[in-house]
């Protein structure tokens, strides 16, 4: 079956094609919320979120754009929703940075970054980044979606999305060529 | 312009959705290490979209654990539609029972009040 024919049949209450839109698209979904999050325990319960609130908005969507990029928003949103609770039940600091644990000198994106495994410190930089500028620049450089939107599901301004994707970008290239920055500075 | 404040812009520059002004341009034009880092910024945004196929495995058994999560939300949903049916059901009989008493009531007034007003030849 198509996937229209499977979202036309889940939208009439079909919980079997439903169930095979979760299968075609779960690894994708997952992926987003590993990113969004920075880690698997978070993106569990946020995939989980997010596919409980497809089911139940299944009938809204309207096809004007692809179920995946449907998906990513719903995805978005639950993430945001669910480091909002985990930040009041563990007072995590959502906009300061991270210290990465292990700072041995092979380790550090700027060091490593002209290795082969090039993409890998790029996810593992994206993970050092406070969630805030992470979620912005995850969901608008990695999955292309556009400032509205971000700021739609995220609960803020245009103009604040764009400011944390400034932000991102420029924390990205100080984390990855870190030596650059200092050349440039001189 | 200085290279620090063209640095500064180039973060937002570097995707071509916000167009440079003259300024920038000229100076990125003839300034190497502008050129550099502006090459540094398409880089790393290069790098991250390829990062959208870069997928991750799911921990095993979470897709199993989502549809369950799924199956238990849709029963619960049944469930409610159903008692939420039923409560209609309560309340369309309970609000049948009251118009009907209420127009018995107003019938048996206004039969009781006919009965009990003088008529027009005795008080002739």
């Given at each position: 079956?198509?996937?229209?024919?499977?979202?036309?049949?889940?939208?009439?209450?079909?919980?079997?094609?439903?169930?095979?839109?979760?299968?075609?698209?779960?690894?994708?979904?997952?992926?987003?919320?590993?990113?969004?999050?920075?880690?698997?325990?978070?993106?569990?319960?946020?995939?989980?979120?997010?596919?409980?609130?497809?089911?139940?908005?299944?009938?809204?969507?309207?096809?004007?754009?692809?179920?995946?990029?449907?998906?990513?928003?719903?995805?978005?949103?639950?993430?945001?929703?669910?480091?909002?609770?985990?930040?009041?039940?563990?007072?995590?600091?959502?906009?300061?940075?991270?210290?990465?644990?292990?700072?041995?000198?092979?380790?550090?994106?700027?060091?490593?970054?002209?290795?082969?495994?090039?993409?890998?410190?790029?996810?593992?930089?994206?993970?050092?980044?406070?969630?805030?500028?992470?979620?912005?620049?995850v969901l608008k450089d990695v999955y292309d979606l556009p400032h509205e939107a971000i700021a739609e599901e995220l609960g803020i301004s245009v103009a604040a999305a764009k400011v944390r994707l400034h932000r991102a970008r420029r924390r990205l290239r100080d984390e990855l060529y870190e030596q650059g920055a200092e050349a440039h500075a001189v | 312009m200085r290279c620090d404040e063209v640095a500064a812009l180039l973060p937002t520059l570097v995707d071509g959705t916000v167009p440079p002004n003259l300024a920038v341009e000229h100076h990125v034009e003839s300034c190497l290490r502008c050129q550099a880092e502006l090459a540094r910024y398409r880089r790393l945004l290069r790098t991250l979209q390829q990062l959208r196929t870069r997928y991750i495995e799911p921990t095993p058994g979470l897709l199993g654990e989502t549809l369950a999560a799924l199956e238990e939300a849709a029963e619960r949903r049944a469930v409610r539609s159903i008692l939420s049916g039923r409560r209609l059901k309560y309340a369309g009989a309970i609000g049948g029972t009251a118009v009907a008493t209420a127009a018995t009531a107003a019938l048996l007034i206004a039969r009781s009040r006919r009965r009990g007003a003088p008529s027009l030849s005795l008080a002739s």
């Open positions: 079956m198509e996937q229209a024919e499977l979202i036309a049949a889940a939208q009439q209450g079909d919980r079997a094609a439903f169930d095979e839109l979760v299968r075609q698209t779960f690894v994708d979904t997952f992926t987003l919320a590993c990113r969004l999050t920075g880690n698997e325990e978070d993106a569990r319960d946020v995939v989980q979120d997010a596919y409980l609130r497809a089911w139940r908005a299944i009938g809204k969507f309207r096809g004007e754009a692809q179920f995946s990029t449907w998906m990513y928003r719903i995805t978005a949103n639950a993430s945001a929703t669910h480091l909002r609770k985990r930040h009041r039940h563990r007072t995590e600091p959502l906009d300061e940075v991270t210290e990465p644990a292990d700072m041995r000198p092979e380790t550090q994106p700027a060091t490593a970054f002209d290795s082969a495994d090039t993409l890998e410190h790029v996810a593992a930089a994206i993970n050092e980044l406070p969630p805030k500028l992470r979620s912005v620049v | -």
